[in-house]
């Protein structure tokens, strides 16, 4: 069956630490990946997409990896802040289904802690 | 603000009753998404539709159905409602589907059926 599995279901950090977040997928062949931040009640807010022919993508301090052989993603957070508490999900496209239609993740809720 | 419009924020009714979700996407927005949000589920998609035109549709109970209109918006509509049915309920919009377009979230609706 499809998974979509993001490494746990709550990450605690110090702040200034790096948090990292994984993605593994199984029974997916995503043409890219995304990354979303969600606030407790509120919309997803996009973050960050990787192609499939992309190693590493970078954002201020966001970076996300992608490696399509270990089927996974990485999602990082250099020197953390406690604004950056929030869910974290990623989400992929399926070559298999159409286009545009997004399938998340259940999420990693990351606290950072002051 | 993502520019993506929901109404009503809050919905309370009994189960068996029937009620409509609205979402106006982002100016400019042909491609209008709705997912569902559980907390045992995570983030599911519901149907997408394109300039009028359903375009895919996912995990979608028959009870449920939308639409969007020459306008743009879009609706969805609940019937004989559950327990289960409770969730929070987001609208998504992109230009255009089959890109790497990124989903804009509306604030969501949260339905409560009692």
């Known amino acids: 069956s499809q998974k979509i599995e993001q490494n746990s279901e709550a990450l605690n950090i110090q702040e200034g630490k790096t948090a990292t977040l994984t993605c593994n997928y199984t029974?997916?062949?995503?043409?890219?990946l995304q990354w979303y931040r969600q606030d407790p009640g509120r919309g997803p807010v996009f973050l960050l997409l990787?192609?499939?022919?992309?190693k590493e993508k970078r954002k201020e301090r966001l970076k996300v990896t992608f490696d399509t052989t270990l089927k996974q993603s990485l999602f990082h957070i250099t020197a953390s802040q406690p604004a950056d508490s929030a869910t974290y999900l990623c989400a992929l496209t399926d070559r298999g289904s159409t286009l545009g239609r997004l399938y998340f993740g259940r999420g990693t809720q990351l606290t950072v802690w002051p | 603000d993502s520019g993506v419009t929901q109404t009503p924020k809050h919905l309370i009714t009994a189960t068996g009753q029937r009620v409509t979700l609205r979402c106006s996407p982002r100016s400019g927005d042909l491609s209008v998404y709705w997912y569902q949000q559980s907390l045992d589920q995570g983030l599911q998609f519901l149907i997408q539709y394109y300039n009028g035109e359903e375009r895919a549709k996912g995990n979608i109970l028959e009870r449920f159905s939308a639409q969007q209109f020459p306008d743009l918006h879009s609706e969805l509509n609940l019937s004989s409602l559950e327990l289960g049915d409770s969730a929070l309920y987001f609208c998504?919009?992109?230009?255009?589907?089959?890109?790497?377009?990124?989903?804009?979230f509306g604030p969501g609706t949260r339905l409560l059926v009692l």
């Open positions: 998504a919009s992109s230009a255009s589907p089959g890109t790497e377009e990124t989903q804009y």
């Open positions: 990787i192609r499939e022919n992309e």
């Open positions: 029974n997916y062949s995503p043409a890219y």
